[in-house]
């Protein structure tokens, strides 16, 4: 971090305080989604008399996965005060990582939807997340080709590095769009009738957003 508090991003921001407040906003989204779902919602587990329990998997995992991580790899690989190929290893790592995740979460919510005999992909969230978690899984195993093992050569991989960081971007607004189509289904479908998890429900939103602006800022700037 002493490297990266003596940079400034190209607005001439100190890098230091936007880190943090990247950091502050995908904690506090994560914090608030354990908290829905374990407190709210039931809780966890793959074996439940209560079907809500195997759902709840499917929006801890998928946020955790494919919007926190995810974006702190974007911002890790820009921002990280490192040489570049340790850069790239983590910022594969962490996107295996968040692949790994989501992969969990798509499984619950077809586990969940098979238990309580509902039909696949019916809404546009479902749709919108299948997309994007293609879109997520294709351009890990590109990026890995491409960029690590066996590698493009050099005139090829300038070549293909901005339309790489494009499609990351592009993909990861993608999954924070989903984001938030998918809690507001879960107003409409589960009627959150208390007041105080509507409340939570909708600063959850706000901080998916918030995250995903400052994830964006620091990839571009």
């Known amino acids: 971090m002493a490297m990266a508090a003596k940079e400034k991003t190209s ?40 079907k809500q329990r195997i759902f709840n998997i499917h929006p801890v995992s998928m946020f955790i996965g494919v919007v926190f991580i995810a ?3 974007n911002v890790m690989y820009k921002m990280l ?22 992969i969990l979460g798509i499984y619950a919510v077809f586990k969940f939807h098979n238990e309580i005999g509902v039909a ?22 590109l ?11 050099t005139p090829r ?4 590095v901005p339309w790489h960081a494009l499609m990351g971007i592009t993909i990861f607004l993608l999954t924070i769009c989903t984001a938030e189509t998918g809690l507001a289904e879960k107003f409409i479908f589960q009627r959150l009738v208390r007041e105080s ?10 901080m998916v957003l918030l995250f995903g602006a400052a994830v964006a800022f620091c990839v571009t700037h």
């Open 11 to 50: 607005l001439g921001v100190s890098v230091t305080p936007v880190l943090l407040v990247v950091h502050l906003l995908g904690l506090i989204a994560a914090v608030l989604m354990l908290v829905w779902n374990l407190h709210y919602r039931g809780g966890l587990s793959f074996s439940a008399q209560d």
């Open 71 to 73: 974006g702190e790899a």
């Open 81 to 102: 005060p490192a040489p570049k190929k340790t850069k790239k290893l983590v910022h594969l790592l962490l996107h295996l990582a968040a692949l790994s995740l989501g």
């Open 120 to 141: 696949h992909v019916y809404s546009l969230h479902s749709w919108m997340g299948i997309t994007t978690f293609c879109l997520f899984g294709l351009q890990w195993l």
């Open 143 to 153: 990026g890995f080709l491409s960029f690590w093992y066996p590698g493009l050569s």
């Open 157 to 160: 991989r300038e070549q293909a």
């Open 197 to 206: 998890e509507a409340y939570l429900v909708n600063f959850l939103g706000l």
